[in-house]
């Protein structure tokens, strides 16, 4: 098992910026990916962006593509996202994922972090 807990998130204005941190524990040494989602109230759950450990490829929606920027220290076991030019439609819950080698990519889910945009 692998346990993900989120943190960093707050309130912040349109144009500012937060980052997110997301702090692996547990059986680390199976993972090899994260990735992180987002769900804004009354929508579905939506990805942000992901990176891979093998080739360290990373990923993004396009709707934070220029904005967000996925990153890992793998002496930490934690990913983070930090999130410039933030707009009130980025407003979410924020969820960390892992995924095992060989098992599903989004396996293992954190609690998730709040953001808020005000405009």
Do not use: H
């Not at 759950?45 to 593509?65: H, T």
């Not at 934690?78 to 707009?87: A, I, P, R």
């Amino acid at each position: 098992q692998v346990q993900l807990v989120e943190s960093g998130g707050g309130l912040v204005q349109a144009g500012g910026s937060l980052r997110l941190s997301c702090a692996a524990s547990g059986r680390t040494f199976s993972m090899n990916t994260m990735a992180w989602f987002r769900q804004a109230p009354g929508k579905e759950r939506e990805f942000v962006a992901r990176i891979k450990w093998a080739d360290n490829l990373i990923y993004y929606a396009d709707s934070v593509k220029g904005r967000f920027t996925i990153s890992r220290d793998n002496a930490k076991n934690t990913v983070y996202l930090q999130m410039n030019s933030l707009k009130p439609e980025d407003t979410a819950v924020y969820y960390c994922t892992a995924g095992d080698r060989g098992g599903d990519a989004n396996t293992y889910w954190g609690q998730g972090t709040r953001v808020t945009v005000s405009s």
